[in-house]
T-cell receptor
Framework: DSGVTQTPKHLITATGQRVTLRCSPR?????VYWYQQSLDQGLQFLIQ???????AKGNILERFSAQQFPDLHSELNLSSLELGDSALYFC?????????????FGPGTRLTVL | AQKVTQAQTEISVVEKEDVTLDCVYE???????LFWYKQPPSGELVFLIR??????QNEISGRYSWNFQKSTSSFNFTITASQVVDSAVYFC????????????FGTGTRLKVLA
């Protein structure tokens, strides 16, 4: 158990809908990262937050947004969902949010868009 | 450009065999970090090891060992006396000190250990 929690574990929805994925980092970690794992794209970095502020952006679509709240939990919002958004979404956390950190991953949320 | 290559897509071995998973990386940074993660069938990503670019000592942890060679830009992972529970997808990742804090993952190697 990494100490990172993600909810829900599974999510099934329809095209065009909007969903919110939630992540709680390990105790003491200030930085949260979101990754998407799909069969054809592998593990792709989406976005990073540190202590409530966006720090780095990766291959995140404009239909997707995220935020980190004062209690350090984070939410990833996916809207206007398409079939291709079906994937495993991971949240990771690290202590300081720098490249020297080890990132610890949550169990993931499996999103299926029908 | 930064890149991680795991050329072995899938490996099958029989229990108790030794197996080595290859990882080759590309980076222009002199300071960087390499990682291995395990993704069992349950789906979570489990951290295995972190190595910085200044530490070329090999590491052993139980049946797991890692061989880091800067000369060949490789960070290979060996499982000795493999067990069925080792069946998983293994990912190698790179993080550059001057980069934007993200990991670059390889495409993973699926290891199947047969009883």
């Amino acid at each position: 158990d990494s100490g990172v929690t993600q909810t829900p574990k599974h999510l099934i929805t329809a095209t065009g809908q909007r969903v919110t994925l939630r992540c709680s980092p390990r105790s003491g970690d200030l930085s949260v990262y979101w990754y998407q794992q799909s069969l054809d794209q592998g593990l792709q970095f989406l976005i990073q937050y540190y202590n409530g502020e966006e720090r780095a952006k990766g291959n995140i679509l404009e239909r997707f947004s995220a935020q980190q709240f004062p209690d350090l939990h984070s939410e990833l919002n996916l809207s206007s969902l398409e079939l291709g958004d079906s994937a495993l979404y991971f949240c990771a956390s690290s202590a300081t949010g720098t490249s020297t950190d080890t990132q610890y991953f949550g169990p993931g949320t499996r999103l299926t868009v029908l | 450009a930064q890149k991680v290559t795991q050329a072995q897509t899938e490996i099958s071995v029989v229990e108790k065999e030794d197996v080595t998973l290859d990882c080759v990386y590309e980076t222009r940074d002199t300071t960087y970090y390499l990682f291995w993660y395990k993704q069992p069938p349950s789906g979570e990503l489990v951290f295995l090891i972190r190595r910085n670019s200044f530490d070329e000592q090999n590491e052993i942890s139980g049946r797991y060992s890692w061989n880091f060679q800067k000369s060949t830009s490789s960070f290979n992972f060996t499982i000795t006396a493999s067990q069925v529970v080792d069946s998983a997808v293994y990912f190698c990742a790179l993080s550059e000190a001057s980069g934007t804090y993200k990991y670059i993952f390889g495409t993973g190697t699926r290891l199947k250990v047969l009883a």
